[in-house]
């Protein structure tokens, strides 16, 4: 009989990165568009302003999130090469370390030592990355993989609200995308709730208080400066 629960660990990695940069493309393009509509600037300058931030904002999340990541995958390879080298040189000790794991989490101590030796036996270097450094294939960070669904989701976050400014009137920009990108961050709170397997209402919740103070906060700038200006 297959094993068929349906757990979401293996969606941690990029549901973290696609939703991180959605989240902030819809939020930064839209804050800046409000911004820039705040200061009663032409149209034009409004899209060139919203096309910049996307293509910046893009790159940025992709530089950001390839050099986090790579950080956290160079601390687990050093790890791994540091577990290797332990194995080669005490392999009776390591045996008893990951014994003692096991005891840990509940095994009796002789089970536990039959079971260290068996996991041992397999993968003994994948039993202790597993079990003590706590990295396994499923949750191992590649850098790539983030900087790539960071950028490609920043820039579809980024495009909902770049794509009402071609397609609205100028008397009725700011509040159109203002509220538009509000139920933006609402959907996309609630998807990723629903794929996480967390409270929706909550997400959606949070999501969207944060993207209209940004946007408050941005407006208030923009036309403030614009009358000074």
């Known amino acids: 009989m297959g094993h068929s629960e349906n757990h979401r660990a293996h969606r941690i990695g990029w549901l973290r990165a696609a939703v991180l940069g959605a989240n902030d493309g819809i939020v930064s393009t839209a804050s800046l ?3 820039v509509a705040a200061a009663e600037s032409s149209q034009s300058n409004v899209l ?9 904002g893009a790159m940025s999340m992709a530089a950001g999130e390839y050099v986090s990541v790579s950080s956290q995958s160079d601390t687990e390879q050093a790890d791994i090469v540091r577990e290797r080298q332990e194995l080669a040189e005490d392999d009776e000790k390591e045996h008893s370390e990951l014994a003692e794991i096991y005891v840990s989490r509940g095994l ?11 996991l041992m036996k ?7 990355a597993r079990d003590e450094l706590g990295i396994s294939d499923t949750l191992i960070a590649r850098p790539v993989q983030a900087a790539l669904a960071s950028a490609a989701s920043f820039a579809v976050g980024a495009a909902l609200p ?18 538009s990108s509000l139920l933006f961050l609402a959907l996309l709170g609630a998807l990723a709730a629903r794929a996480g397997g967390s409270p929706v209402l909550k997400s959606a919740w949070r999501v969207t208080f944060w993207g209209a103070l940004a946007m408050g906060l941005t407006a208030g700038v923009g036309k403030l400066f614009g009358a000074v200006v």
């Open 108 to 118: 009796e101590p002789e089970l536990a030592k039959q079971v260290a030796v068996q």
């Open 122 to 128: 397999k993968d003994a270097l994948g039993a202790h």
């Open 33 to 35: 568009i409000v911004g």
């Open 48 to 56: 060139v302003a919203g096309i910049a931030g996307l293509v910046a």
């Open 162 to 179: 770049l794509l009402l400014v071609v397609l609205v009137p100028a008397s009725v920009l700011l509040w159109t995308v203002s509220l």
